[in-house]
């Protein structure tokens, strides 16, 4: 059975649904013996899903999984180690304070004698073979927290080729890496393929796809929808799949209705980013771009009261404002809608009705006390309006999916009166039908006189959804388009710049 | 996605107050037991006034304290600030200075004392644990510093009146102030905005700072009347024994922190009842009363606190568990 022309890996009719969605919708694909293999998509296409199946995460709802030929169901994160497969994810798992020893051989140290002592010779020994093997000049004494984001991914490398990988699965490796570091990493990834590797690489970058990969799949709202040889297709053939066609009829369209300047930042420094001016006018949906650490979460906080600010200024209304704290920019009428909401957003273990009135708890009476009724009322209010999904205003809020818990959190702002709506990845995570409802209830606030900023890696979403786009890279604005001028070329580019 | 189901709010509420019934239940139970056991003198006057006076200075440290630890905090420097309370009331006494001043003196005293660990915790970013364990020894410290370590009496009509006297010439007066501490606490946890803060700060303190609630503002304010409280607890304990001496409320801090437990607060914050943390209190108390009385060796006294509180926590975790499965 060993031969069946190299293929190392065989996914057959893989299907995976979650409550309301279908994550993953029969999807098969082979890889062979020494290949890497793409699998590109937008967010939300099944990518971390596939990914999670063959870590053993998640458990396939039906479908078959062969590595070498031999059936494995991968129902855990052990029996996908022992198939050989190793997932190298966007978060790095590594254990900051020990070495690059201990990391590579964290949970399998080698051990000699009948006590089965730690053999440290033997393992920095083999620490050093490893690292030598992907030709990386990391000294296996150092403490993981000392080495940059890519030296730590080596690490991660080498600890999963330290348990013989058969097949290693990258997660969008390069997103947090610079140019050169990615050229680093595409050599090791040619080193491992040589030596008989398999390599299924996740992106959405294009350029590196095209770069690195042999073969790529295209996967769409859970479906492969392509398969191409690397050198047999071009970008536009790509995104094309990757975007489908009915991509634009997503997001609705909007007449401008644009009015006077409502914030206006000039020269403003923080933490994370330098020299930033913008300007947002009523009614406008102003997007930024920029990749993993171009500092646009910095330079929302710092909009927020969240980053302090180090010079420059800010004007809400025409009126030089000091936003020293988050309870200031409430009071401004600025709300932000975090980027991880449930750690940023939400009071998990409260009800829907306390976290709609989260920034407003002083809205809820004159005096000390809590008016329950009103407070009953404000929450019933948005819960309607917004259609927010729960069986009571009283439901934790922990329990609901994730497009319910980001309205809770726009209402949560909608209840403390903001006009300036920060919205930091605001369908990240979401299912398709919420998102749309999400871009709804965005439009529909800006009609009503509202102003947003919108952070969004997202290509298509935020050309599509942003009047005007700013661009970010290392903490500076590189590039600002009018939606009607921006391209997705345009905007990689000016975010690598 | 798949997730472990978390309970919802009113299975939570149902949880919560089932717990909090289940108290007193309990409570009821081991009232009614210990009267029929220990008949006739535990439900004498002779022995409940004594025993609920004690209470008294447990049970208003123990009501703010459940505030503290209901935002993620926790205050060791209860104990120690009792100490130094006595012993400040007595030197201040002994410097002539008049009964009503010196209450006011304390009060300020504690109140210092708490917006130091306030200030420590919140603006330092000292774990609370670590400092207020620190300032326990050093307030003991002070105490022992200014009595010399000795004794020192403590006769004055007004702080005589603080723990012996009688309202309406019935009602013992720290009864009175038990009472007015835990309907002040009440109201304020469950029904005002400064507890709905409170408890969205213990939730998650992130997001509540990214609500625009002033995080440190209300964990400091705890602390401040935690302090104001802890020295309310001494007065009343130098009254009752109408000596200021540096070991009073010596370990205090850990039955406190048992009966706050006991009643359902979580030391991870975000859960906890100002009625649990009553019953809490009265539980353990008349259990140390009841074995007292029945002259049980103080030694085995200490194992059956101890094993009651891990066997209720315990059914607290069993019951929040089974909880979650049936959801």
């Known amino acids: ?497 | 996605m798949p997730e472990i189901k978390a309970p919802s709010q009113e299975q939570r509420k149902k949880i919560k107050l089932g717990n909090t019934v289940i108290l007193f239940i309990i409570l009821v139970v081991l009232f009614a037991l210990f009267s029929y056991v220990g008949r006739p003198f535990f439900l004498s006057v002779l022995n409940l006034v004594p025993m609920l006076n004690n209470l008294s200075f447990i049970g208003i440290v123990a009501a703010v304290l459940t505030m503290v630890m209901i935002t993620g905090e926790i205050d060791f420097s209860i104990g120690g600030n009792i100490g130094l309370t006595a012993v400040l009331v007595a030197f201040l006494l002994d410097k002539g200075l008049p009964g009503g001043v010196v209450v006011i003196l304390a009060l300020c005293a504690g109140a210092l004392m708490g917006a130091f660990n306030g200030f420590i915790v919140t603006m330092i970013g000292v774990n609370s644990m670590i400092a207020t364990i620190g300032t326990m020894f050093v307030w003991r410290g002070i105490g022992y510093t200014l009595s010399n370590g000795e004794s020192m009496l403590a006769m004055n009509p007004v702080i005589d009146y603080i723990g012996r006297g009688f309202l309406f010439k019935v009602i013992p007066f720290p009864i009175v102030i038990f009472i007015v501490i835990f309907a002040i606490t009440y109201v304020v946890m469950n029904l005002s905005k400064w507890g709905r803060r409170i408890y969205a700060v213990g939730t998650n303190p992130m997001a509540s700072y990214l609500s625009g609630i002033n995080v440190k503002k209300i964990k400091f304010i705890n602390f401040l009347f935690s302090g104001i409280t802890a020295s309310l607890g001494g007065l009343i304990l130098t009254s009752l024994s109408a000596v200021g001496m540096p070991q009073h409320g010596q370990g205090l801090e850990l039955v406190v922190i048992s009966s706050i437990v006991l009643g359902g607060t979580a030391l991870s914050g975000g859960r906890g009842e100002i009625l649990g943390t009553l019953a809490g209190t009265l539980i353990l108390g008349i259990l140390y009363n009841f074995l007292t009385i029945m002259n049980v060796y103080y030694y085995y006294v200490q194992i059956v606190q101890g094993a009651i509180l891990v066997l209720v926590v315990s059914t607290y975790e069993i019951r929040q568990s089974r909880a979650v499965k049936r959801a």
């Open chain 1, 1 to 497: 059975m060993s031969d069946n022309n190299g293929i190392i890996l065989k996914m057959e009719n893989i299907t995976k649904t979650f409550p309301g969605v279908v994550a993953l919708d029969d999807v098969s694909m082979d890889l062979y013996k020494g290949e890497v293999l793409g699998i590109l998509g937008e967010n939300g296409a099944g990518k971390s899903t596939l990914i999670k199946i063959l870590a053993g995460n998640y458990i396939k709802d039906s479908g078959s999984i062969f590595v070498d030929g031999k059936k494995f169901e991968i129902s855990s994160p052990s029996e996908a180690m022992a198939s050989g497969i190793r997932v190298i994810y966007q978060e790095l798992n590594t254990l900051i304070n020990l070495t690059v020893t201990e990391n590579i051989f964290v949970g399998e140290q080698l051990v000699k004698g009948p006590f089965k002592i730690v053999d440290w010779k033997a393992m920095n020994k083999r620490a050093v073979e490893i690292l030598n093997e992907l030709n990386v000049d990391i000294d296996p004494n150092a403490i993981i927290g000392n080495l940059s984001v890519s030296e730590k991914q080596v690490v991660e490398i080498a600890k999963a080729i330290s348990k013989e990988a058969k097949i290693l699965v990258m997660d969008e490796p390069t997103a947090a890496l610079s140019e050169e570091e990615t050229q680093s990493l595409f050599k090791i990834i040619n080193t491992l393929k040589s030596k008989g590797v398999s390599i299924i690489y996740i992106s959405h970058r294009l350029k590196e796809i095209f770069e690195i990969t042999d073969r790529v799949v295209v996967l769409r709202d859970g479906k492969k929808v392509g398969l191409r040889k690397t050198t047999e297709t071009d970008a536009s053939e790509l995104v094309n799949l990757m975007v489908g066609r009915d991509i634009r009829e997503m997001y609705p369209k909007r007449e401008l209705v644009i009015g006077k300047v409502v914030m206006e930042v000039k020269n403003l420094t923080a933490e994370g980013f330098s020299g930033i001016s913008l300007t947002l006018k009523k009614g406008e949906i102003l997007g930024i771009f920029g990749l993993l650490g171009s500092g646009r979460t910095s330079l929302v906080k710092a909009l927020f009261g969240a980053n302090k600010i180090k010079s420059g200024e800010i004007l809400v209304n025409n009126k030089k404002v000091e936003i020293k704290s988050p309870g200031i920019a409430r009071d401004e009428k600025i709300g932000l809608v975090p980027l991880d909401r449930k750690v940023e957003g939400l009071a998990l273990s409260m009800g829907v009705k306390e976290n709609i009135t989260l920034a407003n708890i002083e809205g809820l009476g004159n005096g000390f006390l809590i008016k329950k009724q009103l407070e009953n009322k404000k929450a019933q209010n948005w819960v309607n309006e917004m259609g927010i999904k729960t069986p009571s205003i009283n439901q934790e809020v922990n329990s609901l999916s994730g497009g319910n818990q980001q309205k809770v959190v726009i209402a949560k702002w909608l209840e403390s009166g903001s006009e300036i709506i920060i919205l930091n990845e605001p369908t990240r995570g979401i299912d398709v039908g919420s998102k749309i409802e999400i871009y709804k209830l965005m439009q529909n606030l800006c009609e009503k006189g509202s102003s947003i900023i919108m952070i969004s890696s997202e290509l298509p979403e935020i050309l599509s959804i942003a009047d005007r786009i700013l661009v970010m890279s290392k903490g500076k604005l590189t590039a600002q388009y009018l939606r009607t001028e921006a391209t997705e070329e345009k905007l990689l580019q000016s975010a690598c710049i």
